[in-house]
Nanobody, 114 residues
Framework: VQLQAYGGGLVQAGGFLRLSCAAS????????MGWYRQAPGKQRELVAV???????NYADSVLGRFILFRDNAKNMVYLQMNSLKPEDTAVYYC?????????WGQGTLVTVSS
């Protein structure tokens, strides 16, 4: 499984960005996919995950601002980030759970200026 994440950048507080993750290899629509982030000096944390059945779960800190959705036909997962805050600044990683393994993309930097 290979994951290619892109879409990060610099945005002002209150703005929006959309992250994209392209998955290839042995990945199915039933596999969980999602996004994690790691801010400087902090541990990596779950942002949002979507599992088989389509329901997405979000961290409390992004609930109501971020939307996670996937396009199974294209093996893509997206993270629409709205009303961005400076505390959303982090490297964002796409992840996929396949059987008992977790696969990671290379990370894309999101910087939110105040």
């Amino acid at each position: 499984v290979q994951l290619q994440a892109y879409g990060g950048g610099l945005v002002q507080a209150g703005g929006f960005l959309r992250l994209s993750c392209a998955a290839s290899g042995s990945i199915r629509s039933s596999n969980a996919m999602g996004w994690y982030r790691q801010a400087p000096g902090k541990q990596r944390e779950l942002v949002a995950v979507i599992r088989s059945g389509g329901g997405a779960n979000y961290a409390d800190s992004v609930l109501g601002r971020f939307i996670l959705f996937r396009d199974n036909a294209k093996n893509m997962v997206y993270l629409q980030m709205n009303s961005l805050k400076p505390e959303d600044t982090a490297v964002y990683y796409c992840a996929a759970g396949v059987r008992s393994d977790v696969y990671w993309g290379q990370g894309t930097l999101v910087t939110v200026s105040s």
